[in-house]
Structure formats: C-alpha cells, structure tokens
C-alpha cells in the first residue's frame, strides 16, 4: 500500500512537466496541419509540383490525420496510451525528416501522409493522458484551457513560422524544427507519465475498424476532392457516396457487436454529441478563415509572405487572453454560457473580417475582426474540449479524444472545401466586370459571412441543447454509473 502511495504521488507531482510536454507536442502537430500554406509557391518552384499535385501537399496530412484517427484512438484505448502516443511521435519525427529532405513530389507527399498518420496516434492518445492525469473538474478546466490555447496557437504560428522560415531560411526548416520537440518528448514522457490502457482485456473490433476508418477516409478525401473539382465531379461524389455507405455499414456492424470499436451509447451520450457537434462548426468556420484570410492579405492587400505571416501574431495574443479566461469562465459561469460567449465573440469578429476592403489599413481594418476572433476562438477551443470528454474514463478515454479530433479535422476539410469553393464562384462571377480585387473581395466577404453564420448557429445548438449548471454539474449524466 505505501509502495503504491508513494508510486500515485510520483505521477501527480509530474503531471505539471508532462503536460508541457504533451501541449508541445500537440502544437507541433497542429501546426503541420497549414504550415505548408505559405510555403506553397515556393514548394512548387523548388520541387516542380503541377498545381493539381501542390495541392496534396495539404490534403495528404489532412486525409491521414482525419481518417485515421477513430481507429488509433481505440487502439490508444486497448494497447496503452503512452505507448501509442510515444509510437506516433517516432513515425511524426521521421517522417518530418523525410518531408525536410524531399527531392521528389512524391516523397514530400508521402511524407506528409505519414506525418498525417503519425499525428493521428499521438494527438488522441495525449488528450486522453491528460484527461487522465486531471481527473478533477476544476483542474481539468484549466489542463484543457491550456491544451486548448496552445492548439489554437499551434494553427495560428503554422503560418508565422511558415511565412518567417520560407522567406529569410528555406522551406525545409519548416519540417525539420519538428525533430528537436519530437525527440524530447521521446526522451521526456517515458520518464513522467505512467502506461494506462482499458482495464477490461477487449479485441480490436476488426470489422468496425476497417469500415470506420473507411468512411472516414472516404469522407476527407471526397470533401477534399470537391474543393478542387466541384461538388458535381465524379471524383468527389463517388468518395462521398462510399462513405455514407460505409457509415451506415458500420453503425449496423457496431450495433451487433458484443465488443464494438465505438458504442452507441457514447455517440449518443448528449453532452458529448453536442459538443462534438459544435466542434465540427467551430472547425469549419476556423479552418476556413484560416486559409482565406491569408490569400487575402497576400492577393488583394499585397502583403508578402513573411508580412502576411507576421500579421497573424496579435491573433496568438487574443487566443492566449482567452485561454485564460476559459477556465475561470468555465468554473463561475458554467459550460455553456462560456461557449456560447465564445461562439458569438468569434462570429462578431468574422463579420468584422468580412469588411476589410482593399483600401483598408492593417491596423483600422484587419485588426480589430481578428483581435475579436481570437479571443472567442481562446474562450471557445478549452471549453469545447471539457465538454466533449465528460464522463470518460480509464476505458474510453483515448476514444473520446479520438471523436473530438475527428469532428476537428473533418469540420477543418468540410469548412476549406464548401466556403473556399464558395469564395471562388463568388469571385469568378463577378471577375467579369473586370474589378479583380472587388471580385475577390466580395467572394472572401461572402465566405466569412457564412462562417459567421455557422458560429452563430453553434451557439443557438449549445444554449438549447448543451444542458445548465456549472462546470461538472451541467452534465448529471456524466455523473451516473456506467454498466
């Protein structure tokens, strides 16, 4: 008994180091998701790319992260999560390496897919040792407040990083400065976080596997594919068809099976479905701003690579204020008027956004919409993240971190390949008049409305549906016991 005391001590008093370790970890590997994005020009001169190819540069990171996810969360779950997470962070390393010394198309895109892997089996099975390690409501807040902040950091110092590395170093760097925080979390982790997998001995449902991760993959790739080609291309429709099939092969596969790779019953948990369901909102309207935003500040405001880069920093700084806000909003207010505070701050802040006009100043038009922005995406991304783990545990920790990363990745494809699509047909039917930056201004304008309006829907699903209290109150049910 004393051995074991001592032994339960040990790991509380690490839990600070290694949550450092894992929020750097997760940065890395937001970061990859576009920090490509302006690298891409110089990407193609270097490697001769065709345009059509460029482009999976991107979408083979997001194809693997997103597909892949559900199944490694599982096995994080079944096989031990420290062990998962430290392998996913070995392939992320060396394929970053692999990407760094690409000389060929296709091994750059090869490499990225692996990335994609690799930050598949890390970024689920490091939420789930957290949410592990933090069992307590308060303390969970704040861990995620964290975990949540430095991930929205990760996504917005993707392109500062780009931007600075490709214009004053070369492309490569923007791989290679992953291997120095992949190999101290090799080191690092072993020495501070203890293995835990489900107590109960359950197979891999094999079956479930094979069909979730299908539809998965099945579904980025299609929405990918439609971003490019259109929503009536054959090469779009025909994955997105497969998908739904798959999908409804797998929740009858799922409903029939004894040891099912996600139970029903946590799908249909409705704490966690809403919070997942705003996730995907959240991520579409995020992901899409992301990526026209900073074709935007380049094609029509004329701001170089490296100026466009820099411009996203006082947006790091609203996503830090709101992080530390978040978990204090969580604790007094409660879950949900936290969310949806934070839900309509960003939407009044794309609204903002959708006005700058090419006439407009950095300072006068950009930055107030992005200060905005920011601060609700850093209230926003700890709470949605709480929520969206209550009432796992010790068996289903890594599965509920894998749902919540899957509803960000798809809701990241989903809002890139409709409001892009969106922001260029806008654009290309008014091209005509012969005003190419109006054109381009009213299709960026167009696209950010609606990812206003996505938030502001979010924010309606949360205050009906999310539930009322405080914190851990708001949800009774993740209080009941679990049979």
Same mark, same amino acid.
């Given at each position: 008994?004393?051995?074991l005391?001592?032994?339960t001590? /040990?790991?509380?008093?690490?839990?600070?180091?290694?949550? #450092?370790?894992?929020?750097?970890?997760?940065?890395?590997?937001?970061?990859?998701?576009?920090?490509? !994005?302006?690298?891409?020009?110089?990407?193609?001169?270097?490697?001769?790319?065709?345009t059509?190819?460029?482009?999976? #540069?991107?979408?083979?990171?997001f194809?693997?992260?997103?597909?892949?996810?559900?199944?490694?969360?599982?096995?994080?779950d079944?096989?031990?999560?420290?062990?998962?997470?430290?392998t996913?962070v070995?392939?992320?390393?060396t394929?970053?390496?692999?990407?760094?010394l690409?000389?060929?198309?296709?091994?750059?895109?090869?490499?990225?897919?692996?990335?994609?892997?690799?930050?598949?089996m890390?970024?689920?099975?490091?939420?789930?040792?957290?949410?592990?390690?933090?069992?307590g409501?308060?303390?969970?807040? /704040?861990?995620?407040?964290?975990?949540?902040?430095?991930?929205?950091?990760?996504?917005?110092?993707?392109l500062?990083i780009s931007?600075?590395?490709?214009?004053?170093?070369?492309?490569?760097w923007?791989?290679?400065?992953?291997?120095?925080?992949?190999?101290?979390?090799?080191?690092?982790?072993?020495?501070?976080?203890?293995?835990?997998?489900?107590?109960?001995?359950?197979?891999?449902?094999?079956?479930g596997?094979?069909?979730g991760?299908?539809?998965?993959?099945?579904? #980025?790739?299609?929405?990918?594919?439609?971003?490019?080609?259109?929503w009536?291309?054959?090469?779009?429709?025909?994955?997105l068809?497969?998908?739904?099939?798959l999908?409804?092969?797998?929740?009858? #596969?799922?409903?029939?099976?004894?040891?099912?790779?996600?139970?029903?019953?946590f799908?249909?948990f409705?704490?966690?479905?809403?919070?997942?369901?705003?996730?995907?909102?959240f991520?579409a309207?995020?992901?899409?701003?992301?990526?026209?935003?900073?074709?935007?500040?380049?094609?029509?405001?004329?701001y170089?690579?490296?100026?466009?880069?820099?411009?996203?920093l006082?947006?790091?700084?609203?996503i830090?204020?709101?992080?530390?806000?978040?978990?204090?909003?969580?604790i007094?207010?409660?879950?949900?008027?936290?969310?949806?505070?934070g839900?309509?701050?960003?939407?009044?802040g794309?609204?903002?956004?959708?006005?700058?006009a090419?006439?407009?100043?950095?300072?006068?038009?950009?930055?107030?919409?992005?200060?905005?922005? !920011?601060?609700?995406?850093?209230?926003?991304?700890?709470?949605?993240?709480?929520?969206?783990?209550?009432?796992?545990?010790?068996?289903?920790?890594?599965?509920?971190?894998?749902?919540?990363?899957?509803?960000?990745?798809?809701?990241?494809?989903?809002?890139?390949?409709?409001?892009?699509?969106l922001?260029?047909?806008?654009?290309?039917?008014?091209?005509?008049?012969?005003?190419?930056?109006?054109?381009?201004?009213?299709?960026?304008s167009?696209?950010?409305?609606?990812?206003?309006?996505?938030?502001?829907?979010?924010?309606?699903?949360i205050?009906?549906?999310?539930?009322?209290?405080?914190?851990?109150?708001?949800?009774?049910?993740?209080?009941?016991?679990?049979?």
């Amino acid at each position: 008994m004393t051995s074991l005391t001592t032994a339960t001590a /040990k790991a509380v008093g690490r839990r600070g180091p290694a949550l #450092v370790v894992l929020c750097f970890v997760q940065f890395m590997l937001v970061l990859d998701d576009n920090v490509v !994005s302006v690298a891409l020009p110089t990407l193609r001169d270097d490697l001769g790319f065709s345009t059509a190819g460029l482009a999976w #540069v991107v979408n083979a990171y997001f194809l693997a992260f997103g597909g892949l996810l559900l199944l490694f969360g599982r096995m994080a779950d079944l096989l031990g999560r420290r062990r998962v997470f430290l392998t996913g962070v070995a392939l992320f390393g060396t394929a970053s390496l692999v990407c760094g010394l690409a000389q060929e198309p296709w091994q750059l895109v090869g490499g990225r897919f692996v990335q994609g892997a690799g930050a598949a089996m890390a970024s689920p099975a490091a939420l789930a040792l957290i949410a592990l390690l933090f069992p307590g409501t308060e303390e969970r807040a /704040k861990a995620f407040g964290l975990w949540g902040g430095i991930a929205g950091l990760g996504g917005t110092a993707g392109l500062v990083i780009s931007g600075a590395l490709t214009g004053l170093a070369s492309w490569r760097w923007i791989f290679l400065i992953n291997l120095p925080v992949a190999l101290a979390a090799l080191v690092l982790l072993p020495r501070l976080v203890p293995e835990s997998r489900a107590e109960r001995a359950v197979r891999l449902d094999v079956p479930g596997a094979v069909l979730g991760t299908g539809a998965l993959v099945a579904l #980025v790739y299609g929405l990918l594919r439609a971003g490019e080609t259109g929503w009536g291309d054959t090469t779009a429709v025909g994955p997105l068809v497969l998908a739904v099939f798959l999908a409804v092969a797998f929740l009858v #596969v799922e409903s029939r099976t004894a040891e099912p790779l996600v139970p029903l019953s946590f799908l249909s948990f409705r704490f966690r479905a809403v919070a997942n369901g705003a996730t995907l909102l959240f991520s579409a309207a995020m992901y899409a701003m992301a990526f026209l935003l900073m074709l935007h500040l380049q094609t029509v405001l004329g701001y170089r690579p490296l100026a466009a880069g820099l411009a996203y920093l006082p947006y790091g700084g609203g996503i830090l204020a709101g992080m530390w806000l978040s978990s204090r909003a969580v604790i007094r207010l409660g879950m949900r008027p936290t969310l949806v505070i934070g839900f309509l701050a960003s939407a009044a802040g794309l609204l903002l956004l959708s006005g700058v006009a090419p006439s407009d100043g950095y300072a006068s038009g950009v930055l107030p919409g992005m200060l905005l922005t !920011s601060l609700g995406c850093g209230l926003s991304l700890p709470a949605l993240t709480v929520a969206a783990l209550t009432g796992t545990t010790e068996e289903d920790a890594g599965l509920g971190s894998a749902v919540l990363s899957s509803g960000q990745q798809v809701g990241g494809a989903v809002g890139v390949a409709v409001l892009v699509a969106l922001a260029t047909r806008r654009s290309e039917a008014l091209a005509a008049d012969g005003d190419a930056a109006h054109a381009a201004t009213e299709g960026f304008s167009l696209a950010l409305t609606v990812t206003a309006v996505l938030l502001a829907l979010g924010a309606v699903l949360i205050a009906a549906l999310l539930g009322s209290g405080r914190s851990g109150d708001s949800c009774p049910e993740a209080r009941r016991p679990r049979g």
